[in-house]
């Protein structure tokens, strides 16, 4: 049979094609090949726990200033007092760079005993200085619909706190009796810039609560022992 030179070009096309396959199909075995014989002891690849010097302090075992005591039998108005090292700790806690200088903080709400029915929380909010946690902001949030906590973590370098209920701010009026305790149907978004010496605020939004219930939904801290 005369080969033309039409022939020989499809010809060679075809070999073309069956010898990349079999390199592709051999290259495919290899990774596979290395693949069952990787040891048994190398674990796979993981996102990494990020590792700060804020996340190996014990918050059941510090100093909390300014915490607001309403223990008076008498009904006068709350003092505020410093619980020492062991009197108290963290129910919820977030870590994350919020003045923007890529060092994790740390921030920890702690509950109230009010000795009556309202569930009011008190954030402190900590950074790392010579090795020791430093306080830089603490601030008392409201009651379950009545500006109580929703959550408060870092997002892009800034803080932002999230309280139940509409336009509700830190420093702002929190109780209003707008709506039932029990079931928010909206929480207010509020974002903060760290100034070098205190927090800014620089937008507010109200937004919709999802669970309709008021509890937070901040991490809760457990200290390994």
Known sequence: MM????????????????????CSTSARRNDWSAS????????????????????????DHISYPNFPDYSDPNGRKKKYIT????????NFINYGDITGDGIEEAIVALGIDNHGSAIPDYVYIFTIESGKPKLIWDFETG???????????????????????????????????????????????????????????????????????????MPEYAQEK
């Open 83 to 90: 619980l020492k090292p062991g009197e108290g700790g963290p």
């Open 36 to 59: 069952q014989n990787r040891p048994s002891n190398v674990p796979a690849p993981s996102t990494p726990t990020p590792v700060s010097p804020i996340r190996a302090v014990d918050f």
């Open 143 to 217: 009651d379950r619909a009545d500006g109580g906590l929703r959550n408060v973590y870092a997002q892009n370098g800034q803080l932002v706190i999230e309280l139940f209920g509409k336009d509700r701010v830190i420093g702002g009026q929190l109780y209003r009796g707008e709506e039932g305790l029990c079931c928010p149907s909206s929480f207010t978004r509020t974002r903060y810039r760290w100034t070098g010496k205190h927090f800014e605020q620089t937008s507010k939004e109200v937004l919709k609560n999802p669970s309709g219930g008021a509890n937070p939904v």
């Open 3 to 22: 080969m033309t030179k039409s022939n020989f070009g499809v010809l060679s096309m075809l070999l073309a094609a069956a010898v990349a396959f079999s």
